[in-house]
């Protein structure tokens, strides 16, 4: 009984970040800045890319039914400001268009920090995934960064996908 006890807790644990993670409007109203990206089509999030998001402002309403995210894009050289609403679905990801469909989850939150993964479907069909930690502050811990470490294994995104967003933002400068 010990043993099963224990490997149910071990799949329990292992299976937390699939979950969504319920957010309030205390924790998500205001400025934001993304920090780290990462992808399985890294081309997506690289400079030029039409994924790689630098995050300005988000707002939950409705007890975060609703989601709305203002953030820019850098496309050759020019700084291009989008805002998205997300709409929650009873699976606890939000629905949005941004160059394609895109669901998307917060699968972690801690110390000012939250860590989002997000499936975008374009226009062909062709899906990615992403991780994208947006924070508070100018930088994640030692503890964030491995947390993103599994994080990007998890949803099987080379670890060298990962890209310092913070330092390439100068759009906000």
Not at 51 to 71: P, S, V, W
Not at 86 to 108: A, I, L, W
Request: glycine share 8%.
């Amino acid at each position: 009984m010990v043993k099963f006890l224990l490997i149910a807790l071990a799949l329990g644990v292992s299976c937390a970040h699939h979950e969504s993670l319920d957010i309030s409007p205390s924790e998500v109203n205001g400025d934001w800045r993304t920090l780290y990206i990462a992808a399985d089509k890294v081309e997506k999030v690289k400079m030029n890319g039409d994924l790689r998001a630098y995050f300005q402002h988000m707002e939950c309403n409705d007890d975060c039914g609703t989601l709305k995210i203002k953030f820019h894009v850098q496309m050759n050289g020019k700084c291009q400001t989008h805002t998205v609403v997300g709409e929650k679905q009873e699976d606890g990801r939000y629905t949005t268009d941004y160059s394609g469909r895109n669901y998307f989850e917060v699968v972690m939150k801690e110390d000012g920090a939250l860590f989002f993964h997000n499936v975008n479907v374009d226009e062909s069909g062709q899906e990615t995934n992403v991780i994208l930690v947006a924070g508070k502050g100018e930088t994640l811990s030692k503890a964030q960064k491995q947390e993103l470490g599994k994080l990007v294994k998890e949803y099987n995104i080379p670890k060298e996908n990962i890209q310092h967003l913070a330092p390439t933002d100068t759009c906000n400068q």
